[in-house]
């Protein structure tokens, strides 16, 4: 019977290596803790007086999906030390051998900062045409006479909804007015 002193230590760090590659799902729940977590102590630590309206407040969503996560994240670990494993891809529409399309991903990422620095000057409705937009065209369309018109509603239908049916102020920009 050999003993942890018996191991040399670069097998130890090998069967280290190999445990943590054999349950490397556990990643995925430290991630879901920690973002159940700073949920949970977000949502307890907002300051609720002004928007609570009736019995069910601002907090009571963002509670249950920290809850959620927690939860989801206890399970997850119990299911990964008991030896399950994640099912590979084996979607008919992905092919595993081809690189990623970074080139997407960046135009993509690049549109959502966009969106996001814009906001505040430009409002919602143009940054929302844009974002809506910006996105068609990473993903591939090329339909320049479509495309901005399909943006530009949908961003008023979002901006809308949002702002006068659902009681969520989004900013106005320069169509405040007009809106």
């Given at each position: 019977?050999?003993?942890?002193?018996?191991?040399?230590?670069a097998?130890?760090g090998?069967e280290?290596r190999?445990?943590l590659?054999?349950?490397?799902e556990?990643?995925?729940?430290?991630?879901?803790l920690?973002?159940?977590v700073?949920?949970l102590?977000?949502?307890?630590t907002?300051?609720?007086d002004?928007a609570?309206?009736?019995?069910v407040g601002?907090t009571?969503?963002p509670?249950?999906?920290?809850?959620?996560?927690l939860?989801?994240?206890?399970?997850?670990a119990?299911?990964v030390?008991?030896?399950g494993?994640g099912?590979a891809?084996?979607g008919?529409?992905?092919?595993?051998?081809?690189p990623?399309?970074?080139?997407t991903?960046?135009?993509l990422?690049?549109?959502?900062l966009?969106?996001?620095?814009?906001?505040?000057p430009?409002?919602f409705?143009?940054?929302?045409a844009?974002?809506?937009?910006g996105?068609?065209y990473?993903?591939?369309?090329r339909r320049?006479?479509?495309?901005?018109?399909?943006?530009?509603?949908?961003?008023l239908?979002?901006?809308?909804?949002?702002n006068n049916l659902?009681g969520?102020?989004?900013?106005g920009?320069?169509?405040?007015g007009v809106?």
């Amino acid at each position: 019977m050999t003993t942890q002193t018996d191991i040399p230590p670069a097998e130890a760090g090998a069967e280290r290596r190999s445990w943590l590659r054999e349950h490397s799902e556990l990643g995925v729940c430290a991630l879901l803790l920690a973002l159940g977590v700073l949920v949970l102590t977000d949502a307890l630590t907002m300051d609720v007086d002004i928007a609570q309206r009736g019995p069910v407040g601002p907090t009571t969503v963002p509670v249950v999906v920290g809850a959620g996560l927690l939860v989801i994240a206890a399970l997850l670990a119990v299911d990964v030390l008991r030896g399950g494993r994640g099912q590979a891809e084996t979607g008919e529409d992905i092919d595993l051998s081809e690189p990623a399309d970074w080139r997407t991903v960046l135009l993509l990422a690049g549109v959502f900062l966009g969106a996001a620095v814009l906001i505040e000057p430009l409002g919602f409705p143009i940054a929302g045409a844009l974002l809506f937009w910006g996105a068609a065209y990473a993903l591939g369309s090329r339909r320049t006479d479509r495309d901005p018109l399909i943006a530009a509603v949908l961003s008023l239908v979002t901006y809308t909804v949002f702002n006068n049916l659902l009681g969520v102020p989004l900013p106005g920009g320069p169509l405040m007015g007009v809106l």
